[in-house]
């Protein structure tokens, strides 16, 4: 299983799914109206490390969280 | 060094501090940069979430860029609310000369704007209302809306 977390004002509980890479994963979220404007606008990252591509492979265990635009300080 | 507080910072402390532990570094420079809540748009202050994984990671990058001029940097954030007029967020460089510290604070506090994993919020009538106008999507960002 892979844990999929969704950071700061993502109103999202955490999801586990049977998934072997970020593909399959994107088809799974793009089904969801409420998160469209967030996979658009959102960074991804597998267990910490943030990636560039969809062809990232994962394992189960991993996890990928989703980090929308952001504003510190 | 990074430190997370609950709630406002305590300036006079930290800065005086960070002051202290470097006294004897023979740094010739400490350049502090302090971003302090302004009152704007009827807020009453604003709020932040953190994620700490990866703000570790990005600020260790960055202390092992400044570790090559020689120079160190410091940082203090805020969770949670920090009202009007209180402080959220301290940086500071200290080098051997002034140049180094200038151009990195810059250049560092540009890169915590975009890249740092913080989400801040306004407080308007004790909601918390996403920043969304004010934030900036990370390099990258978009890929799980690609066409698949």
Known sequence: MVKVEFLGPIQKDALELEITNLNQLAKILQEDKELQEWLLNSAVAVNDTLVSSLDHPLQSGDKVSLLPPVCGG | ?148
Do not use: C
């Open chain 2, 1 to 148: 060094m990074l430190e997370l507080y609950n709630g406002a910072l305590d300036v006079a402390e930290i800065l005086k501090r960070w002051y202290e532990e470097e006294a004897q570094s023979n740094y010739g420079a400490y350049i502090p940069f302090v971003g302090t809540v302004r009152s704007e748009d009827g807020i009453d202050g604003l709020s932040f979430d953190i994620y700490e994984p990866i703000l570790n990671s990005w600020f260790d990058a960055w202390q092992e860029k400044a570790a090559k001029k020689g120079a160190v940097i410091k940082m203090a954030h805020s969770r949670g609310d920090v009202m009007l007029h209180e402080s959220s967020y301290i940086a500071a460089v200290f080098s051997p000369k002034r140049r180094v510290a200038l151009e990195l604070i810059d250049e560092f506090v540009e890169d915590f704007k975009a890249s740092a994993p913080i989400w801040k919020y306004d407080l308007i009538d004790g909601k918390r209302v996403y920043a969304k106008d004010r934030s900036t999507a990370i390099q990258g960002s978009g890929i799980l809306g690609e066409k698949v």
